[in-house]
């Protein structure tokens, strides 16, 4: 399975990343033949995305796509858990989550007089 990941500023619409996505996959060079899942949430699968996916050959199934988040989730959770276990952590899933709303992240990004960026990004301990 290939990963095609991206990483957009805040305050990005996500109904308006779906044609960069595919523009994105469509550039990795995978064959005509190799199966493309597209996974959506409510907030890309918009009507106009809808009709461009199907302008341009790709089906969407709302269906299948619920089935797969939640297969990823599912995936995500039994993975969490059992690295969790693997360091002696054996607490129960609702502890877990409240621990981890516990948990800000600051981030802050500076430009040096080089042009060169700097990004820092702090995580509070519980």
Not at 9 to 14: A, F, Q, R, S, Y
Not at 65 to 77: D, E, G, N, R
Request: proline share 1%; aromatic share 8%; charged share 25%.
């Amino acid at each position: 399975m290939r990963d095609n990941s991206a990483l957009y500023e805040g305050n990005t619409g996500d109904c308006t990343t779906l044609r960069e996505i595919i523009q994105s996959i469509e550039r990795t060079g995978l064959p005509a033949s190799e199966k493309k899942i597209i996974v959506m949430d409510a907030g890309i699968s918009t009507a106009e995305n809808l009709r461009f996916l199907k302008e341009n050959h790709y089906h969407y199934d709302g269906t299948k796509a619920h089935l797969h988040l939640a297969i990823l989730a599912y995936w995500v959770v039994s993975c969490s858990r059992y690295q969790l276990k693997q360091v002696g952590i054996r607490n129960d899933w609702s502890e877990i989550l409240r621990i981890l709303s516990t948990h800000k992240i600051v981030s802050t990004r500076m430009e040096q007089t080089n042009g060169e960026w700097i990004e820092i990004r702090q995580c509070t301990q519980h």
